[in-house]
């Protein structure tokens, strides 16, 4: 399928919270080497009066790969889109999360920029979902009614566009794209997509061979109080520890020193939402898990 671009440079509403409206003006781009899969489905299971509802997303023509030339201008901004429909009998509101599997390096998250609002150094990205091209490094929809997008049985929304600016820097990207009911944020469909400019292997990188990580899942889990995760390291090994909340903004970070270990996690001081928990060995690529944090 071709590559749709949107136009929105030349668009500068800005709600309270420093997102763009989505215009929703398309345009084609010439073909490009574009890999896609023709739709993914998603089951959630939730218990309503004793019976079990069944939520099935689909993503129609969802990319899987971009190949490109950075000495290509067209691919100063690429964006890649696909349709989000609702084969069920019931209403779906949906919100969109945001996950940097693999980012080249420098990569600009939390994303910054100098004192002239220029960028700094580093790759960076931004997806659009319903009325809004979120900020530079958001990781997750706004949650508030009017901005969840509703899709009503049979239908089919097609405001999603996933953004990614190389900014001159050549390698492989992948960033992954979750769609879950607003009713729980855990669930849902996820897709990633590799962007991959002037790389010799479009693939995922593989981890140094001497950095090993064992970890578990953060439990209990939604996060209302204190939760842990375990975690074991090779030994002479150390790592950082980041929690970044949905913004793309570091919250909480420490010093993994000990071989093997809890890392404890208090929701207590954490407002409600989604975060990423990130575990950097060694100056490895980090691994990453998601929660959500209730009260």
Known sequence: MPIRVRQGKGF???PDFNGMQNPRHDRYLRPMKCFNILSIFCVVGAFMVNQTAWCQVTLIDAVEVFE???SDPENDEIAVHWDVANLTTDTLKLIVSRQVVQGVEPFNLPYVEDEDGNP??????RFCWGPLCYPYGTAMSNTSPNLVVTILPGETDSSFFADYYPAGIAGVT?????FAPITDINGGVCHTVLFCLDAENCALGTADDEVALEWGLIQPMP???LSTL???LKAGQSGQV???NAAGQAVWSRTVNQSQGLIYIDGNDMAEGLYFLSLEINGARPQTQRFVVQH
């Open 230 to 232: 375990s975690y074991q």
């Open 242 to 244: 980041h929690i970044y």
């Open 120 to 125: 700094a150094p580093g790759a960076y990205e």
């Open 174 to 178: 992948a960033l992954e794209y979750c």
């Open 68 to 70: 490109g030339s950075l």
């Open 12 to 14: 500068n509403f800005k």
């Open 223 to 225: 996060v209302r109080g």
